[in-house]
């Protein structure tokens, strides 16, 4: 890990003071246990502020849209994946973007860590290779890293970023045995009226901060649907059913673009597993157009346009 | 009014069945935990209520404020418009195990809601017939900065009963005149006896000592004075995602917009970190990017209010600091702004 951190920090100086880049993005150390922070070096001095540890779990391609100036960009797999999306939907000029590719194993889930103490808070942490060692008011903890990890890392396929301009740090073995789509296809065996249930269950959580759409990079409507007033399209209130349609209307915006990163569920205040819904427009994604976001440069999403093979069965 | 302070204890076991009796006559709130989510609900019966919660997820401002509220109906027909007001809260409420630092936001709310020429009668008539049982905080997270914003762990102002956890028994303590009345509806609740008083007195002076999180409020709203064109905001507004995680979950923002709906005038939480919160008619945005967003809402809480009414807007709960998706604390941004030189 440290090793990563110093190369990320040479590579930034080495940017920075080039010229190649005007800004670094990249993690710093947060004010909490298991927390960093997004990151904005325009200076070679600052680029020791820089970190790397299992707790990157920002995405940091959203900092990316829009820009205008030439940015350098820490990138875990998901990452660099979504920045390919954004490029391919001309959200800014690829060559702008210098995508500075860590391999990653995973990002620690707080929410995971927390469940497990019931209650009891963690004042530090410490993570080394396989362990948490976690310490709080009384008690001292090691938790094995794996059981803690986000679940979106735990079936990841493409840890090691595929696109990207530099990489930092040595490739890491990718997984390839597990399931992505097991808790899916759970949800799928289930009758309409169980999933309905399901995902009321769920959703009627939802408090609206539409945190789940500000962290996504691919949420970046100049004017979302659901702010929209002139006519106001979508109820913006709590009521269970204005909130789902906002949910459901959401996850089809992304289907087909989003890369399972995760943000979503890390970021929601009510612990709603966003990931759910997003995750079987992307088992759609696959089994009808063989597609995964965000691993070509070239290639446009299947539902950014038609070709005469596209399943068409609905036609009768 | 003059009221005599009584001290009672209650065993934890028994708290179960005073929460019970309560429900028969008030519509009793208190925290419920679902799944890994501890807020304030609406209970019948005692056993439902889970006080081993540190905080709430939300604060209790829903009580009063919901997120989602009728004002009224109407019915339009060619010649006129029928309104309806909403039905108003009728019977008495309680609300139990409030924090101290959430209990004092009512205050501020109480201040905020109820001042100049307007007053907020929705808020208010829930408000005069809702007493407030407080819970004391003997363990503060971390996070927790009360101190720094003029309350404590063990805290009363806002409340009208307040219990404290002394081991095997809650100390209730009696702070208002309602609170009394409250608790003479108990007659078997067992005075407290000075050893409990003593215990409680030195579990509240080790909270105070356990406060991790000190923010030096001092001059800050002095400092932001000069502030308004600063290009700190651009600095402190780099990451923040302008979602309403931090205002939502804040026990003293209470923004909101007002929407029509199929023959219903509503009211919904609205933040000042959402673009659309001043979007407006001709298309002009005033606070069109972060920057002002987020000056807004530290300017709001840290100058406007005191100038206003004499008090920092922000009760110090953390619920900020904890949730923020990509960590901005509040508590850096305050500590930045007071540590400033002057010019």
Redesign the interface.
């Known amino acids: 890990m440290e090793n990563i951190e110093n190369s990320i920090r040479e590579v930034a100086e080495k940017l920075l003071s080039e010229k190649k880049v005007d800004l670094i993005i990249g993690y710093e150390r947060g004010t909490l246990p298991l927390r960093t922070t997004p990151c904005f070096v325009d200076k070679v001095e600052d680029v020791q502020k820089l970190v790397w540890n299992a707790s990157c779990d920002a995405n940091l391609s959203k900092y990316v849209v829009g820009r205008k100036e030439k940015v350098g960009v820490v990138a875990k797999g998901c990452d660099a994946r979504l920045i390919a999306v954004c490029a391919v939907e001309k959200q800014f000029p690829r060559e702008n973007v210098v995508i500075m590719g860590v391999p990653c194993l995973g990002v620690i889930d707080r929410k995971k860590i927390e469940a497990k103490l019931e209650g009891k808070e963690v004042l530090e942490a410490v993570v080394e290779d396989e362990q948490i060692k976690v310490k709080g008011e009384s008690f001292e903890l090691v938790l094995p890293k794996n059981d803690f990890l986000c679940d979106s890392c735990l079936t990841c396929k493409h840890r090691n970023p595929p696109i990207h301009d530099v990489l930092v740090g040595e490739k890491v073995p990718e997984i390839t045995e597990a399931n992505e789509f097991a808790e899916v296809s759970s949800l799928e065996s289930k009758s309409v009226e169980e999933r309905w249930k399901h995902f009321e269950e769920e959703l009627s959580k939802c408090i609206r901060c539409y945190a789940c759409r500000n962290v996504c990079p691919l949420c970046y409507c100049k004017m979302c649907f659901v702010d929209q007033s002139m006519p106001a399209w979508f109820g913006k209130t709590n009521d269970l059913s204005d909130t789902m349609i906002y949910h459901i209307v959401r996850a089809f915006h992304v289907a087909g673009r989003c890369v399972d990163c995760g943000a979503c569920s890390r970021a929601c205040p009510m612990d709603i597993n966003l990931r759910e819904l997003m995750k079987k427009t992307e088992k759609i994604m696959k089994e009808r157009y063989g597609y995964e976001a965000g691993l070509s440069l070239e290639e446009v999403p299947p539902l950014g346009e038609f070709k005469m093979e596209d399943p068409q069965e609905f036609i009768k | 009014m003059v009221f005599t302070l009584k001290w009672k204890v209650i065993e934890k076991s028994k708290l179960p069945i005073l929460i019970g009796e309560l429900a028969d006559e008030y519509e009793v709130f208190a925290p419920v935990k679902k799944?890994?989510?501890v807020s304030f609900e609406r209970i019948s019966a005692g056993n439902e209520a889970y006080l081993?919660?540190?905080n709430t997820?939300?604060s209790p401002k829903e009580i009063f404020f919901p997120?989602?509220e009728t004002l009224f109906t109407y019915k339009a027909s060619k010649k006129d418009v029928e309104l309806a007001e909403s039905p108003t809260v009728k019977g008495k409420r309680v609300v139990l195990a409030v924090r101290p630092c959430d209990a004092r936001s009512f205050v501020l709310l109480d201040k905020f809601l109820s001042s100049g020429e307007h007053e907020d009668v929705y808020y208010l008539e829930k408000r005069k017939n809702t007493a407030i049982v407080g819970l004391a905080c003997n363990?503060p997270?971390?996070?927790c900065f009360c101190t720094s914003l003029g309350g404590s762990p063990f805290g009363k102002e806002g409340m009208d009963l307040l219990l404290q956890d002394i081991n095997d028994k809650y100390l209730i303590e009696t702070v208002t005149e309602r609170g009394e009345k409250l608790i003479e509806k108990f007659p078997w609740l067992k005075d407290a006896e000075k050893p409990d008083i003593e215990k409680a007195k030195k579990l509240s002076e080790d909270a105070e000592t356990a406060m991790?999180s000190k923010v030096s409020v001092d001059g800050v709203s002095e400092k932001l004075d000069e502030m308004f064109d600063d290009p700190f905001w651009d600095q402190i507004c780099?990451?923040c995602?302008?979602?309403?995680?931090c205002t939502?979950?804040c026990p003293t923002c209470c923004c909101f917009?007002i929407?029509d709906?199929e023959g219903k005038r509503?009211r919904?939480?609205d933040?000042c970190q959402?673009?659309?919160f001043t979007?407006q008619g001709s298309g002009h945005n005033p606070r069109p990017s972060g920057k002002e967003r987020m000056r807004q809402r530290i300017m709001h809480k840290f100058n406007y209010f005191v100038k206003n009414y004499g008090e920092n807007f922000c009760v110090g709960c953390g619920r900020c600091?904890?949730?923020c998706?990509?960590?901005?604390?509040i508590?850096?941004v305050v500590g930045a702004i007071s540590t400033r030189k002057g010019e």
């Open positions: 799944k890994s989510i081993g919660f540190r997820k939300k997120q989602t363990h997270l971390s996070t991790r780099q990451k995602l302008n979602c309403g995680v939502f979950l917009d929407l709906e509503v919904i939480w933040s959402f673009s659309c979007l600091v904890q949730e998706p990509v960590n901005l604390d508590r850096e």
